[in-house]
Nanobody
Framework: HVQLVESGGGSVQAGGSLRLSCAASGYTYNRNCMAWFRQAPGKEREGVAAINHGATRTYYADAVKGRFTISKDNAENILYLTMNILKPEDTAMYYC???????????????????WGQGTQVTVS
């Protein structure tokens, strides 16, 4: 039974920071491509950051480069998204996703991800 559970969302003022976590269970976590997506009200879901199975490559959307950092703890099966210098436009529901290792070759193709979490809300004012 594969499960991804996000946590760490909340409300923060512009310029602040948050760290999101995604606890994974039920599969071989460290062989997968892992990613964070977000969806703002009235907008399509978009890719934010992705990391390959060995954590040797990371990928970021232009809107978050230099502010967000994706990382993973393979021993604990946890994916992180550290978000700094938050802006009101970062307000969204954030989802973690998992797919086969090859998914990271084109990390923003959402249909290639097999598993999704339920999301955690981030609000920046």
């Amino acid at each position: 039974h594969v499960q991804l559970v996000e946590s760490g969302g909340g409300s923060v003022q512009a310029g602040g920071s948050l760290r999101l976590s995604c606890a994974a269970s039920g599969y071989t976590y460290n062989r997968n491509c892992m990613a964070w997506f977000r969806q703002a009200p009235g907008k399509e879901r978009e890719g934010v950051a992705a990391i390959n199975h060995g954590a040797t490559r990371t990928y970021y959307a232009d809107a978050v480069k230099g502010r967000f950092t994706i990382s993973k703890d393979n021993a604990e099966n946890i994916l992180y998204l550290t978000m700094n210098i938050l802006k009101p436009e970062d307000t969204a529901m954030y989802y973690c996703a998992s797919g086969a290792g090859v998914v990271c070759r084109v990390p923003w193709r959402q249909r290639h991800y097999n598993y999704w979490g339920q999301g955690t809300q981030v609000t920046v004012s």
